[in-house]
């Protein structure tokens, strides 16, 4: 329970540190959730796949959640974009 609340608040701050670094987002709410599911996906996807990153401890978690926020914001902007837009 303990390490699901950390990724939720590195989730949290990494989403809304990616949403100012991508610029131009779906919104504060909708980049603050994307975030925290891009942490939990990359804090769960990261050691199945075995990627390993240089970091240890809390720098570690931060650098792999900011790396799921990013690549998540990513592809639904791209999503977004792509869709074809109704008049």
């Given at each position: 329970?303990?390490?699901?609340?950390?990724?939720?608040?590195?989730?949290?701050?990494?989403?809304?540190?990616?949403?100012?670094?991508?610029?131009?987002?779906?919104?504060?709410?909708a980049d603050l959730i994307l975030g925290v599911v891009g942490a939990i996906a990359a804090g769960f996807l990261f050691p199945a796949l075995h990627v390993r990153v240089p970091f240890h401890g809390i720098a570690s978690s931060v650098f792999v959640a900011l790396i799921g926020s990013v690549l998540l914001l990513l592809c639904a902007r791209l999503l977004r974009r792509s869709s074809p837009r109704l008049p």
């Open positions: 329970m303990g390490t699901a609340l950390v990724w939720i608040a590195i989730g949290f701050f990494t989403g809304w540190f990616a949403s100012r670094f991508l610029a131009g987002g779906s919104g504060v709410i």
